[in-house]
């Protein structure tokens, strides 16, 4: 009898052991997946944000644009970029040529 009572004994432990195990792995698993969609919507949270500084901006917004998208580029008139020397393009050919920012 006291064989048996040890064996009922140390199989309780192994199941209490092993139900922690499992909660604590699941506990991990909840806590990672909601850390997952945080940060998933952070990023697009920024990335429209990018899009719509971008749009503002002369060298994306203006009549004709430096294909580079240099910084302070960009002009009502025809010319060339100040940074890099490179001829404006209507900013109108430009984006359907398939360019998107």
């Known amino acids: 009898m006291n064989f048996s009572k040890k064996n009922h004994e140390f199989k309780n432990k192994n199941v209490n052991a092993m139900n922690k195990t499992v909660k604590t792995i699941l506990g991990i698993l909840v806590l990672g997946l909601m850390l997952t969609t945080v940060s998933c919507k952070d990023a697009k949270k920024e990335d429209a944000t990018t899009k719509t500084e971008q749009v503002e901006k002369p060298e994306y917004a203006s ?19 100040p940074k890099c020397g490179m001829t404006y393009v209507k900013n109108e050919d430009h984006n359907t040529n398939g360019h998107t920012h």
């Open 63 to 81: 009549a004709y644009v430096c294909p580079m998208h240099c910084e302070g580029s960009g002009s009502a008139e025809e010319g060339e970029c």
